[in-house]
């Protein structure tokens, strides 16, 4: 592995481990804009599996948008370039 990659790889992993036992406290998620409180589309779970949810979620969608602009096929010219006047002398 590059050097580049534990440059970046440990103190990321580290911050994130901060940021689980920070955050261990469970939270209620309520999909439901009207009735919060009550509501079926409720998720109940810490803090910190939300946000690493959501940042998987982020990486996936940003993989897909990047493999779907790779998959494009690259246009094709209007027309061939006109190859150079001859000249006889």
Partial sequence: MKLSTYLVGIPVA???AVVAVAN????TISL????PSESALSLHMPL???LFLTLVV?????WMA???SRMRK???PAAPPAPPP???Y
């Fill in 14 to 16: 580290l911050i994130a």
């Fill in 24 to 27: 261990r406290r469970m939270t």
């Fill in 32 to 35: 439901d804009p009207f009735s």
């Fill in 48 to 50: 910190f599996v939300l």
């Fill in 58 to 62: 982020g990486v996936l969608l940003g």
């Fill in 66 to 68: 990047s493999s779907i």
């Fill in 74 to 76: 690259p246009r094709k």
């Fill in 86 to 88: 001859h000249d006889p």
